[in-house]
């Protein structure tokens, strides 16, 4: 998703609605995301269909974004980097929280998941920094593999890691009363998410060079990082883009689902 830690250091069951289904079984007038292949090119060009639900994900590589040029470019909703690990947080959060917020973009926060940390600390860290707020858009989960970080490339057993995860996510759910999204990679879903654990949680999935049921099968998805390369006004360079599965009914709806308990009301 966002540079982790690695780029730094180089530079109650959620029911799916039967309008969210994989994208293998969408029209090619109804897919988010349309696909075509340019006469005589080797490459692929995708674009957003006219009816769908765009998103971004930032971080401070963007730098500075200037949220109202991204609202007047259709894009709905953004996942910002909050926190990383169990002590560290993106020095653009702040910002681009409340920005995003002010200019109209549906926001919400995600943490990336450090695999020399528990999932009690790492919860723990997101729930200090990340302010609960209703209208926000769920939490998100990142979880990939981290080969090039300098500090931790462990590969935890399945079981260790899904116990780790499955403490941050009750904890972020009950602190924040929303259902998790779990944001993952193709080589760490096949590795620990592909024998259909965690599968009553929402996924959003990365696949920049194939549709999402070409990689992650008949898994279902509710949103699509389909390109870390797009053009977003606001955003200066290569900005990641992202896709709903679904019509804008179904995203509210997807937010309605989402809210599946009341927070916590505890201080924090």
Known sequence: MVKSRSFAFRSAVLALSALLVGC??????DAPVRTATRKGADFEIRQPSKTAVEGIDVSYFQ????????????????????TEGGDRVDQRFADNYVGA??????RGAYHFWYHCRS????AAWYIQNVPRDPNALPPVLDIEWTPTSPTCTKR?????????????????????G????IYTTIDFYQDRLADGAFSNYPLWVRSTAAE???????RPWHFWQYTSTGRVAGINGKADRNVFN??????????????????MVAER
């Open 24 to 29: 293998s079984a969408l029209s090619m007038d």
């Open 63 to 82: 730098e500075a974004v200037n949220w109202n040029a991204v609202k007047a470019d259709n894009i709905r909703f953004a996942y910002i980097k909050a």
């Open 101 to 106: 917020a002010q200019a109209g973009v549906l």
């Open 119 to 122: 999932g009690a600390e790492q």
């Open 156 to 176: 935890p057993p399945a079981a260790t890691l899904h116990a780790d995860m499955q403490a941050f996510l009750d904890a972020v759910e009950a602190y924040y």
């Open 178 to 181: 929303k259902r998790p999204v």
């Open 212 to 218: 999402p049921h070409e990689r992650y099968g008949s």
């Open 246 to 263: 679904g019509s804008e009914a179904a995203f509210q709806q997807f937010l309605a689902d989402s809210n599946v308990a009341p927070a």
